[in-house]
């Protein structure tokens, strides 16, 4: 039994991030109540609270189950050499593709979350770490890339990195608007992403 009720208490956790993202994407976060949260699951507001003591607190748990979830569902391994950079970027892209809620809660997070410096700070102090993992392996891996002789010796590694995510960051954002891109999602990050990489590789002599 206790098994059962741990199962339902999470399961009702769920339903109520499910929940909240739905609202915050609908309203906004500042103008959604816990109230409203969870009325669209029949629920009490007091049981919203049992489990998250503000909405700060229910911004960052929303954040990182969405995170771990999309992770989990979608994951693909990279290993050292720009071929398999180049499969994992693209999979990772046609992942966003085919997962609308994950879309939803990206446009909600990027254009509709209002990110006051307090609630900014609160969220980052619980989630940062989270969300700066992929960079850093990102880092550790085009490293290991040029010490294997693919990447050019002059290239500076920091700098392709955060080149690399300027160009994810910015394809990402014109495709969950859907604003001046003709291509879909995977093949927009395909060709970016190969004018990059054409330009640091060491050529086969």
Known sequence: MARKTKEDAEQTRLAILDSALQTFYEKGFSRTTFDEIAKRINLTKGAVYWYFRNKTD???????????EHRKNYHYEVSDSLSSLRC????RAQAIENDADFRR??????????WSPAVFDKVWSEIGELCELPDKELYDVL?????????????????LRQIMICLWKGIIDKYILGVNIDMDLSTAMTKGFDMIINGIKVESK
């Open 58 to 68: 229910l911004i960052a748990a929303l954040i990182t189950q969405k995170i771990l």
């Open 143 to 159: 490293l290991r890339i040029q010490k294997k002789g693919e990447i050019r010796q002059d290239i500076n590694i920091t700098e």
């Open 105 to 114: 809660f990206l446009f909600f997070v990027v254009y509709r979350m209002e």
């Open 88 to 91: 994992g970027i693209i999979n």
